[in-house]
């Protein structure tokens, strides 16, 4: 079992920057490759970025490509995402998800495969 609590949302202007932070506890953090997923209002929950568990593949949506950046301490048993040049339509609530994964280079963008969620953090760019 693992817990995850996410943090660092808020309000932000068009064209602004919001780190978000995701604090794991419980089992080792580091068997864990990790995703954050984020869900509009009346849509469904869609893939943003993943990571691996040694940190060493990373994978992002089309839409946020280069404007958003994951990251992971495994010292800290936290993972990043960056997000720079924020849009209106990044407007959603970011949840981070932990999956157990044997390779240190698997990394999963499928909601489906994640075992483990946080309760989200809301995140809102404004006009």
């Known amino acids: 079992q693992v817990q995850l609590v996410e943090s660092g949302g808020g309000l932000v202007q068009a064209g602004g920057s919001l780190r978000l932070s995701c604090a794991a506890s419980?089992?080792?953090?580091?068997?864990?490759?990790m995703g954050w997923f984020r869900q509009a209002p009346g849509e469904e929950r869609e893939f943003v970025a993943a990571i691996s568990r040694s940190g060493g593949r990373t994978s992002y949506a089309d839409s946020v490509q280069g404007r958003f950046a994951i990251s992971r301490d495994n010292s800290k048993n936290t993972v990043y995402l960056q997000m720079n040049s924020l849009k209106p339509e990044d407007t959603a609530v970011y949840y981070c998800?932990?999956?157990?994964?044997?390779?240190?280079?698997?990394?999963?963008?499928?909601?489906?495969?994640?075992?483990?969620w946080g309760q989200g953090t809301q995140v809102t760019v404004s006009s």
């Open positions: 419980g089992r080792t953090f580091s068997i864990y490759a």
């Open positions: 998800a932990a999956v157990f994964t044997v390779s240190n280079i698997v990394l999963r963008k499928d909601r489906r495969d994640y075992d483990y």
